[in-house]
């Protein structure tokens, strides 16, 4: 190892003994507020124009960490609700979102959004209350805060277990969400049950007829790589049948090659972001 690399490693050694648990963080967060929402909790030099921020829940104590680069010009801005995959999962520092969420930002900052980036963490996961209560919480923190969000413009984004996420959110809430984009997702399988004990989740459920078509009054646009894993690929062909039959606004893109790693592809270079910001409630 070179002198550069040792000292560079020391003061990382340093930095990172500085910073307090997961747990421990959260319980004092949880402790500063009288009820549940957003607490602030300044700027960062990584990414410095995304704040950090924590939604406590105070019937649980739970919540989620976000980072959001907000708009604060008068007028109304849509929203952009970005959940990271299962790579990050309990990461729980509050910046490992950002490791993916840089594949959106190009495309978002040449579109006046507010900016907000989910970070599943080791006390909730998607798909459950706590999951929909966040969002709600955060999507309340911005207009008491800013006062300018435009409520006909919510939009979810995610990659792969974000993407699975966004699907079981809508279902949740199907009136709530303009549009959907998402990439390398899933919908359950019981085949999932066998490759990863963390799928075992009490809300999760394989999707039913009845499910298909409460998506299907929200515009999707997914991507997928035909060499992915069986699992993956199975779910989205199966998706992607049913929403393109009952939704007019729905769109896809397929690669025949580049397995669970299109969606860096996808983020950069396609035209999600011109699809995603002309759509509304309004023209559902």
């Not at 997961?22 to 549940?36: D, H, T």
């Not at 984004?157 to 899933?186: F, Q, T, W």
Request: proline letters at 2%; one cysteine or more; a positive charge.
């Amino acid at each position: 190892m070179t002198l550069s690399n040792r000292c560079f490693a020391l003061l990382m050694r340093s930095v990172y003994k500085k910073i307090p648990i997961l747990k421990e963080y959260k319980q004092s967060l949880s402790k500063s507020v009288e009820k549940s929402g957003v607490i602030r909790q300044g700027h960062t030099i990584v990414y410095p124009s995304y704040k950090k921020l924590f939604y406590c829940d105070k019937s649980t104590g739970e919540g989620f960490f976000f980072r959001c680069k907000a708009i604060k010009d008068k007028g109304k801005y849509p929203v952009v609700i970005f959940h990271h995959g299962n790579g990050l999962h309990r990461a729980g520092k509050n910046n490992r979102q950002m490791d993916e969420f840089t594949k959106l930002i190009k495309k978002l900052n040449q579109n006046r959004c507010h900016q907000v980036a989910i970070h599943l963490d080791a006390a909730c996961e998607y798909n459950t209350p706590e999951h929909s209560r966040a969002l709600d919480g955060f999507i309340e923190y911005l207009q008491n805060t800013y006062n300018n969000v435009d409520f006909d413009r919510i939009y979810l984004a995610g990659i792969s277990h974000g993407g699975y996420a966004c699907v079981y959110e809508v279902l949740r809430n199907p009136d709530k969400y303009a549009a959907v984009v998402i990439s390398m997702a899933y919908t359950f399988d019981e085949k999932l049950m066998t490759v990863n004990k963390s799928y075992r989740n009490p809300f999760i459920r394989n999707l039913t007829d009845e499910d298909f078509k409460t998506l299907s009054g929200t515009p999707f646009y997914i991507s997928w790589a035909k060499d992915d894993s069986v699992v993956i690929t199975e779910s989205n062909e199966k998706l992607s049948k049913n929403l393109k039959e009952k939704n007019k606004n729905y769109k896809e893109k397929i690669y025949q090659t580049g397995g669970h790693r299109i969606a860096y592809d996808f983020f950069k270079n396609s035209d999600w972001d011109t699809w995603l910001f002309a759509l509304s409630n309004q023209n559902k």
